[in-house]
């Protein structure tokens, strides 16, 4: 059995080496958008994800400008609980199990991606195929966190709806915001279409894959069958930087830079850490669990499997963070 964070620990320990087929590409980048940067739990809209989306393409649009050959991949922890939250108020049909939740996530902010790049791309005059690829990603049924889930999805409950949903089996913690929904996250361990998506990429298309840190499934006897979980983003995301030989792993989310002590008076933003640094301040406990914490840990992972750059920056600060004036750069 693996607890989350020997989960976490083995994703640092991983083999140091990258794929023998694809060699690292020096303008290669691998950019994770994050599900809560492109829409507020509480107040974002349909039309604000959008915008958000449309911004964040028309930085991407520059950064492809550059020359960078660019994959991304998306966070849906707000989309996927805005999903279960329609199922349970709903409640005439049939709810989807979490990984068909998954997937409707992928395709919905695939659309909204791979429509706004192409227009991002078109007004740029850039002549470029933008696609998206459905992706699933292995995970092993051991992990502790299908016994034990931790991980927190979707809205806030009030008391009587939460303990409702509790006596009906569904897994809730209570912090001080009210009663969250929590779900397994296992560690991502391999893409399943990884092959395709180096074709794709081979074949100059700006491709999106591993949305939501991808569909969890498990071989059974060979064969895939899906599993109630959600990956995170962020892991699944240095899997396929590393993956795909990526010189450069941009993480985009709410932050502009990676703090010390953050939201204290004392908080003190990061230019640029080592990996060793990291490891420390991660120890200290200086970074959000299930925020902060997994973007480290995922910016160290690529590192150590031979990527040379590692940037955690706000939405709008793609393209200065990639030029060296923004965000917190973690390098070896
Ligand atoms: P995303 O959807 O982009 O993954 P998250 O909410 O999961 O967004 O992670 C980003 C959040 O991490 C920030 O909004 C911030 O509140 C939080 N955070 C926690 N620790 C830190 C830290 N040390 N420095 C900066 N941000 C932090
Ligand atoms: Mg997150």
Known sequence: MRSWSLCGELFLTAKAQRPAKMSQNMSRIVIAIGGNAILNPTRGSPVEQQRMIDETCRE??????????????????PQIGNILAMQEECGLVHPQPLDVCGAETQ????????QSLDNRLTEAG?????????????????????ENPTKPIGIYYPENRALRMMAQGIKMIHDKKGYRRVVPSPEPLQIVEIDLIKKLIKGDA?????????IPVIRKNGLLVGIEAVIDKDLAGSLLASDVGAEVFLILTDVEKVALNYGKENQLDLDEITVSEALRYMKEGHFG????????????????????????????????????????????
């Open 60 to 77: 991407i649009a520059q950064i492809i400008r550059k020359g960078y050959d660019v994959v991304l991949t998306h966070g849906n922890g």
């Open 107 to 114: 395709g919905m902010l695939g659309y909204s991606l791979q």
């Open 126 to 146: 850039i002549k470029k195929q933008v696609t998206t690829v459905l992706t699933q990603v292995i995970v092993d049924e051991s992990c502790s966190s299908f």
């Open 206 to 214: 700006t491709v999106i894959a591993a949305g939501g840190g991808g």
């Open 289 to 332: 669990k299930g925020s902060m914490e997994p973007k480290v840990l995922s910016a160290l992972g690529f590192i150590k499997k031979g990527g040379k750059r590692a940037i955690i920056t706000s939405l709008d600060k793609a393209l200065p963070a990639l030029l060296g004036t923004a965000g917190t750069r973690i390098i070896a």
